[in-house]
């Protein structure tokens, strides 16, 4: 029996022991904190055979080989873009990403990673002696500088588990390791370019992958690049029709590749479990040389990156989405290119920024001439344009608005005007400063109307109310004013302003009014101002004598103690109803009324209606109303005042 050790997964019944490995003899390679019953351990065959009698032990198995599944890098290729407008608003600002592959090579057209982890040769510092993780990390985020080429999502922080070697030659294990890294890093999305080295179905790998699918991680890996000799260690680079593992699985997004013409590339695996295709073929970027330096190459390991940084900017994008939400995003933004057998959902495409919200830009409010504007803020935007034309016009007005809100003044009255907004941001590129198209709004149409006059109460008498009405100089023709008593409504029209007089009113009955004006439209019709001035309240009720006092004596005529008009009005319409009540006799309240006789309690309902003056109810001998002209009862009003105010009345009625 062979004493050569290698490498196993042992995996626990509950808890993995690693004491338990190393009492027989065995090394433990990686005891996986995200997966508590998994470990890795170099073995030999004795040692596997003595585990394996271990009840705690549920299996053991041998540790499969991988590679990362890049072609050859001496081919020539052309450059893949990512659309320029959209990466230059989204770039996957705070999305985490983890980068299970090769290493990152420090790059002057990539950031420096957030985190790094080495299962080959136990480095702490970031490096990449091979070039696959280098290239793909230039297509997520190649910086948005002077050189190079600019990344899906330049904005992303890197975290990098290096797990391949210089030879793109890997163990499954390490893959595990990586992945359970980054779980504990919590990325938002890891980018997993790798399969078992002979497309086999490792139920060890797939869990790590499902592990984080449960951890709420996207998992983007690459479909495969054909067959895998483990012989030779070369592909075939024919494409079939198997999606690699673990891509295959659905805890992963499948991602095959595509050519500049929109075709599959013929290296690249396919059929069921396929999600999206991307550019894979002739793809240029970032390579492993220290600090520069730009190759192409090809693989659907590149076209993983792709989706790694679309998806990186949905995530910036709709940051409290889920995993899910966030993939189906994906998904329903793909270009379908047909046969979902070789294409999945399609091409993956930035997710449109489309037209604002509906209805917009709003009229918030109206000027003389003109409206208050807003619209939807777009995020990133450093100014708009607002284009507005009258109606029957061919040019656009064009003004530029540095927020969302603009004043469009000095419009012609009666006129519809249309309007909308575009949204731009500018970007540096090679030097030169260009502006850039973010959105374009809804066509809005709004009518110029004039503004509304405001009324002023004039006079009044018991039925009727005269009102001035001011018309906002130089703009309307006319005006109609309203007045509208317990929900009923009539108007009158003048031309231009003045007074307006309503007769027949009732009195005591409080009465609504307010006005409109007009001006002549561009069609010859009458255009109303869309909002009322001001509006007034009148009561209707006897006009007060200028000569009227209460005869006390304390005030002796003085109109400073005089009843205010809301006073006079309120017992004049009490009184109005109180002579119904002149034939009736009252025993304790009768000559002092000089034959207009009415009961003692219903003027005391009148004086009570004076609501400042109300008192406590009319005495047998005298009407109090100290409190209001003085504490002091010699100040009363006596039956003798009471007697020349009510003949006072009674003539004025």
């Not at 890294?181 to 139920?203: E, K, M, R």
């Not at 519809?416 to 709004?441: C, H």
């Not at 101002?529 to 209707?540: D, F």
């Not at 109300?614 to 010699?634: E, F, I, Q, W």
Request: hydrophobic content about 35%.
């Amino acid at each position: 029996m062979s004493s050569e050790s290698k490498r196993y997964f042992v995996k626990f019944d509950n808890v993995s022991d690693a004491a338990l490995i190393e009492s027989v003899g065995g090394k433990v390679r990686h005891d996986y904190a995200n997966m508590p019953e998994l470990l890795s351990a170099e073995l030999t065959e004795e040692q596997v055979n003595l585990l394996n009698q271990n009840p705690a032990i549920k299996s053991i198995n041998s540790v499969s080989a991988g590679r990362g599944s890049s072609q050859s890098m001496d081919w020539g290729y052309s450059k893949t873009k990512v659309d320029s407008y959209y990466r230059q608003i989204y770039t996957g600002k705070n999305v985490k990403i983890g980068m299970v592959d090769s290493g990152i090579e420090v790059h002057e057209d990539l950031p420096y990673v957030s985190g790094w982890i080495d299962y080959i040769n136990d480095y702490t510092y970031q490096y990449d002696d091979q070039g696959h993780g280098t290239f793909g990390a230039g297509i997520i985020s190649g910086q948005d500088n002077t050189v190079g080429y600019i990344g899906v999502a330049p904005d992303v922080q890197l975290y990098g588990a290096k797990v391949l070697d210089n030879t793109n030659f890997g163990w499954v294990d390490d893959f595990v390791a990586g992945i359970d890294w980054c779980i504990s890093q919590s990325v938002h999305i890891i980018n997993l370019p790798l399969s078992t080295a002979d497309g086999d179905y490792d139920q060890d790998l797939v869990d790590a992958c499902r592990r984080a699918y449960n951890a709420g991680i996207i998992v983007v890996s690459c479909s495969g690049n054909g067959t895998y000799s483990s012989e030779t260690k070369t592909w075939s680079n024919v494409g079939i029709s198997t999606v690699q593992c673990p891509a295959s699985d659905y805890s992963c997004v499948a991602v095959g590749a595509t050519t500049t013409a929109n075709a599959r590339a013929s290296f690249s695996d396919y059929g069921d479990g396929l999600d999206v295709v991307a550019p894979g073929e002739y793809v240029v970027s970032c390579d492993e040389s220290s600090y520069g330096g730009y190759k192409v190459a090809s693989g659907t390991s590149y076209a993983a990156a792709y989706v790694t940084g679309h998806l990186a900017c949905l995530k910036e994008k709709y940051p409290s989405y889920s995993r899910s939400q966030l993939v189906n995003k994906l998904l329903n933004n793909c270009l379908n290119l047909g046969d979902s057998y070789q294409y999945g959902y399609g091409l993956v495409q930035a997710e449109p920024l489309g037209n604002f919200l509906e209805n917009e830009p709003s009229v918030t409010s109206r000027i003389d001439a003109g409206f208050n504007l807003d619209w939807t803020s777009i995020p990133y935007t450093e100014y708009y344009y607002l284009y507005y034309k009258k109606a029957g016009d061919v040019s656009w007005t064009r003004k530029t608005a540095l927020t969302s809100q603009y004043t469009a003044e000095n419009l012609a009255y009666g006129y519809a005007y249309s309007f909308y907004v575009e949204a731009y941001r500018r970007y540096l590129n090679n030097g030169d400063t260009y502006s850039i198209l973010i959105a374009t709004s809804n066509t809005q149409i709004a009518t110029v109307n004039p503004c509304p006059p405001t009324l002023s109460l004039v006079s009044k008498t018991d039925n009727s109310i005269t009102v001035q009405v001011d018309l906002v100089s130089g703009i309307a023709e006319g005006d109609v004013v309203y007045i509208s008593p317990s929900g009923d409504q009539s108007s009158i029209e003048t031309s231009p302003g003045g007074q307006v007089t309503f007769t027949g009113l009732t009195s005591g009955i409080e009465y609504t009014l307010h006005a409109k004006s007009w001006v002549t439209g561009g069609d010859g019709s009458r255009v109303y101002s869309l909002a009322n001035g001001p509006s007034i309240y009148v009561t209707p009720g006897i006009a007060r004598p200028s000569d009227f006092c209460w005869t006390t004596p304390k005030n002796q005529g003085d109109p400073a103690t005089n009843l205010t008009d809301d006073e006079w009005n309120a017992l004049c319409a009490k009184i109005n109803d109180f002579r119904e009540y002149k034939s009736y006799a009252d025993s304790s309240f009768t000559a002092a009324i000089t034959g207009n006789t009415f009961y003692a309690s219903q003027f005391n309902q009148a004086r009570n209606a004076i609501l400042p003056m109300s008192g406590a109810g009319l005495p047998v001998t005298k009407v109090g109303v100290s409190g209001v002209v003085n504490p002091s009862d010699a100040d009363d009003v006596r039956a003798s005042d009471l007697n020349a105010l009510v003949s006072c009345l009674n003539a004025i009625l």
